[in-house]
């Protein structure tokens, strides 16, 4: 079956889909594998999320044994957490959509901000009755644990009894990729109350350092424009979703972590801040773009004018508008640094070398050479400082680093170094690992093959014999001694012999695509699947007659056994060769040359292969 790529916008089909031999292989971005590895590249999930969402979809019940107890009590509890959790994700939006009080007080507010039902659906919103303990009764009633609703902040004890957390606030739920509800950020409706937000506390299920509100809705999103929308609050990623720029997502009120930039990394290189035009905006925005330079991160901004943020902006102009404004307002993070920190005063000296020092500190973030030195001739266009003088000043503050890193006292570091230069790139050669690729696709796809050889009898007679694939290549690669160099093709050629010394029969497809580790899947997929097949029409119409590689199946499997021989004897030719230059000894020099005509003897024998003499 083939369909367009999930990954890449296209029109010509380049994802295909092996049913039989349980692989994919989407020739646009080169990703291959199994259907476990297809969920880990398309949803960015690890190898048992994705085992657990298979098997939670079809209903299949999964047996970890080799779990600790320590750890299955561990697992049971962040089950039992993610029940409760989930319980009250269906209890707010119920409460919202079903009751008098749900419906007039948080439905209302919700419509009023400009939410669409749809948009009121897609992030689960919901409502909190402002009741003491309506939700703590509806909780035992359902038979939760007490203990389990403390711990996740969903009801506190007080001087007169437990009550509930969140009562009488309009309720975010906040969910991990998969869709798992984590916790809740939970905003008050009346003037009176003493927080405008409550958040749910840090949990086992909870860590709010690598979770980002509005990842769930947004991830498919993200890796569609390859880019993310940084934003503060919920009602800000919700406003942007809803007016079509659906990768927006938040770090849930809290200042941004290393954890919440890797978590955007999975998805995207390319961010831009979206925050306040406000003192604490600013602050905020340049702290994330340390952290986000800190990983690689491509790294821009976007001030919105006087009084608003995204969510208010969002609402007062068209989609087309917004778009049009973020497309055209967003600015590189050094511009952006410049304006906000010299805040109208450059035309004071001291305070342009304090931004300018300031500046190069965030660039010596920047892990990549190149892109650093690109930065360092623009900023020293825009500063108007010469690029000798920043690039003295990054060295200092990097050779602080490392130095710092290693325990060296300052006064001890040693005088400045020059910038490193990034290293050129080597001249393209052919893959030298090419013909071992080869014999391994041949193996996995025709091994079980049965193909006819001349061999030489007992009473040196020709004879033609019936062999199977792998049993012939297994066979000549052990005659001639001959170990791959690639540790994963090297790994299949093994896989076959072991499993042939076990049960007496070669593997199939299906037992190299089904292997847990997603790389060694994806290159299996590789090997096994091409984004061309013959027409009929050829045949039918043209008369055209072409060999295809089973119907040629002997050559299929000698061209690559021939070309990997010879290549290794050409190898060693020239480890004799230069051995021989620099060799003083006379009985030595006369064995190097003895070896050397034995492998152009060697070598002639098997360029006869190919019809044709290899000089």
Not at 319 to 329: A, G
Not at 534 to 544: F, G, P, R, T, V
Request: charged share 30%.
């Amino acid at each position: 079956m083939k369909g367009l790529s999930p990954w890449s916008n296209e029109k010509t089909p380049s994802f295909f889909v092996s049913p039989a031999k349980g692989i994919f292989k989407d020739f646009s971005s080169g990703k291959g594998g199994n259907a476990v590895s297809f969920l880990m590249e398309l949803e960015h999930m690890t190898y048992p999320e994705a085992l657990r969402y298979l098997a939670n979809k079809y209903q299949i019940e999964i047996e970890e044994t080799e779990t600790t107890p320590e750890q299955q009590e561990e697992l049971s509890l962040r089950e039992s957490l993610a029940l409760v959790n989930q319980f009250a994700l269906d209890y707010f939006e119920k409460t919202l959509w079903e009751t008098d009080e749900g419906k007039q007080i948080g439905l209302s507010y919700f419509r009023e901000r400009g939410f669409s039902d749809q948009t009121i659906k897609k992030f689960g919103l919901g409502f909190s009755p402002d009741q003491n303990d309506a939700f703590y009764k509806a909780s035992q009633e359902a038979g939760h644990n007490e203990e389990h609703l403390l711990s996740l902040g969903l009801i506190k004890e007080g001087q007169y009894g437990k009550y509930d957390f969140f009562r009488g606030r309009v309720i975010f739920p906040i969910r991990n990729i998969s869709g798992r509800c984590l916790g809740f950020g939970a905003r008050a409706l009346k003037s009176e109350a003493k927080a405008k937000y409550l958040n749910s506390p840090e949990s086992e299920l909870y860590d709010k350092s690598r979770t980002l509100y509005g990842m769930y809705e947004a991830k498919r999103g993200i890796l569609q424009a390859d880019h993310c929308f940084l934003v503060e609050g919920y009602t800000d990623v919700i406003s942007l979703h809803q007016a079509g720029v659906e990768f927006a997502v938040s770090s849930s009120g809290t200042s941004l972590t290393s954890g919440q930039v890797k978590l955007i990394k999975r998805y995207t290189n390319n961010v831009s801040l979206l925050y306040d035009g406000d003192q604490a905006g600013i602050k905020a925005a340049i702290r994330g773009i340390d952290l986000l330079l800190e990983e690689g991160m491509n790294v821009k901004v976007i001030m919105f004018p006087d009084g608003h943020d995204p969510d208010s902006f969002a609402r007062s102009v068209s989609s087309t508008e917004l778009q049009r404004f973020l497309k055209e307002e967003a600015v590189d993070f050094t511009d952006f640094m410049l304006k906000a920190l010299l805040d109208g005063q450059s035309d004071d000296p001291v305070k342009r070398a304090e931004v300018t020092r300031r500046i190069v500190e965030s660039l010596s973030l920047i892990s990549d050479q190149i892109a650093r030195s690109i930065y360092i001739e623009r900023c020293s266009k825009v500063l108007g400082v010469p690029e000798q003088a920043l690039v003295n000043e990054l060295n200092k503050i990097l050779r602080k680093k490392r130095y710092k890193k290693s325990g060296v006292k300052e006064e001890d570091i040693p005088p400045a170094f020059p910038l490193e230069q990034a290293k050129p790139k080597p001249a393209f050669t052919a893959d030298p690992l090419l013909h071992e690729k080869e014999i391994a696709r041949i193996l996995i796809s025709y091994g079980t093959h049965e193909m006819e050889v001349e061999v030489e009898n007992e009473e040196h007679e020709e004879e033609i014999i019936t062999v199977s694939v792998a049993e012939y290549i297994l066979h000549d690669l052990i005659q001639d001694e001959v170990v791959f160099d690639s540790t994963l093709y090297g790994q299949i050629i093994d896989s076959f012999k072991t499993n042939f010394e076990e049960s007496g029969e070669f593997p199939d497809t299906s037992y190299f695509v089904n292997n847990s580790n997603p790389e060694f899947s994806e290159a299996i997929a590789s090997m096994v699947t091409s984004p061309y097949e013959l027409s009929e029409n050829w045949a039918d119409q043209h008369k055209i007659y072409t060999d295809t590689e089973d119907q040629n199946l002997k050559r299929a499997v000698f061209d690559p056994l021939m070309r990997l021989k010879l290549n290794r004897i050409k190898r060693m030719m020239k480890n004799v060769e230069v051995e021989l230059k620099e060799e003083q000894n006379e009985e030595r020099i006369n064995e190097l040359l003895k070896e050397k005509m034995k492998l152009n003897l060697m070598k002639i024998e098997v360029t006869k292969f190919f019809g044709s003499t290899i000089i």
